[in-house]
């Protein structure tokens, strides 16, 4: 358990030589990912099972198995509480937080002692790796079935014909058409793009399902800036270039006809141009969840001509979406995010693999 724990401490790329080595060491089934060099996530089997659990626990633990890297003794934002503990930070503990919690409302931290006492007044075994991993593992097997029920029911097929595309040689650039070299000139451009997104996806969902939120918000500066360092440092500076979602908004469809249809009308209109898609359907995210996610971009007028800037719509199934109080899918997603996703040095040919274990209760 990251930040509540010294044995989860580590630098990202001794947390990747350790789970290579130990994805050598235990039985891994490795398949080929056929879609090289364009999704490099770790999917995990739909058998989910953890027979090697008691030797790897400690490994995963030193591995730090949430998405964020925290220092004993430093402050603990919102988000490294989630990627700590994933379900176990539940609404009684989001609460505690925003109590105790100081700072701009997007740059809310609490000071490690505060958090180390609540740990105490919940249940010690928080402090323990073992039982945090072993929750959230339960919960992952809880949040495929869940999804998968739903899936089955509302899924026939259509929407899988939607094609992947990978996007990886974009770049977002700044008002002086440059790649964005701080958060300040991606910030800069974003608000300006913002207004312009929002109302071409307003008129396209005119008459269907509505883009959510109204007015658009943006990205966290906190996350965004972890982002950037967490996951795009090897990629060609500036690492802020590679940020496509800080302009966001989503789509909550009803029906998988209701979906297609409208991923067909961004398709056609001229005012998009669709950079990025990750058709989460086909194949699921590993957490089981199911969703299209797609980087489009828009033309912003700037004092030295149009420049695009990509921004980011999430197209939901209602009903999948919806369930996430029941399965905790997402909280799921955050504690394992980067145990399922390769690092920024990607191999070429991409490769998915998951541990297969048994889960006991």
């Known amino acids: 358990m990251r930040g509540l724990h010294p044995a989860a401490i580590s630098s990202q790329p001794a947390r990747n030589r350790a789970r ?16 090289a060099g364009s999704q490099q996530r770790l999917r995990g089997c739909q058998d989910i099972c953890i027979a090697t659990l008691p030797q790897r626990v400690s490994w995963a633990a030193s591995c730090s198995m ?37 700072g701009p409302d997007d740059e809310l931290t609490v000071p490690w002692p505060e958090a180390a006492a609540y740990v105490k007044t919940r249940d010690e075994r928080w402090r323990d790796p073992k039982h945090v991993l072993f929750q959230n593992l339960k ?18 097929g259509t929407i899988n014909e939607i094609p992947w595309r990978s996007g990886e040689e974009c770049q977002q650039r700044g008002l002086d058409g440059k790649p964005t070299a701080s958060l300040d000139q991606l910030y800069e451009i974003a608000e300006r793009a913002r207004g312009v997104y929002e109302a071409i996806l307003t008129d396209i969902c005119k008459g269907g399902p509505p883009l959510s939120p109204v007015p658009l918000t ?37 029906h998988e006809d209701e979906l297609v249809a409208l991923w067909k009308k961004i398709e056609a209109d001229p005012r998009l141009k669709i950079v990025r898609t990750k058709n989460r359907f086909n194949p699921p995210e590993f957490n089981g969840y199911r969703d299209i996610m797609m980087n489009v971009a828009v033309d912003v007028d700037t004092p030295t001509g149009t420049v695009s800037h990509l921004c980011e719509l999430q197209i939901h199934l209602t009903a999948i979406k919806e369930s996430e109080p029941m399965h905790k899918s997402h909280a799921v997603y955050e504690f394992f995010r980067s145990f399922f996703w390769e690092t920024p040095r990607r191999s070429s040919s991409g490769w998915t693999c998951f541990v297969r274990c048994r889960l006991t209760t």
């Open 139 to 156: 919960q992952f097997r809880v949040a495929r079935v869940e999804i998968e029920k739903i899936a089955d029911e509302m899924i026939k």
């Open 20 to 35: 290579a080595a130990a994805i050598q060491e235990c039985r891994v089934c490795v398949l080929a990912d056929h879609r």
């Open 66 to 102: 949430g998405a964020g890297v925290s220092t004993e003794g430093a402050p603990l934002t919102r988000i490294k509480c989630k990627n700590n503990l994933g379900v176990l930070f539940d609404p009684k503990a989001e609460e505690a937080f925003h109590a105790a919690a100081t």
């Open 218 to 254: 943006l990205k966290g500066r906190v996350r965004a800036e972890e982002k950037a360092q967490n996951e795009y440092a090897d990629k060609p500076a500036p690492c802020y270039s590679w940020l496509f979602d800080i302009v966001r908004g989503s789509v909550y469809c009803d």
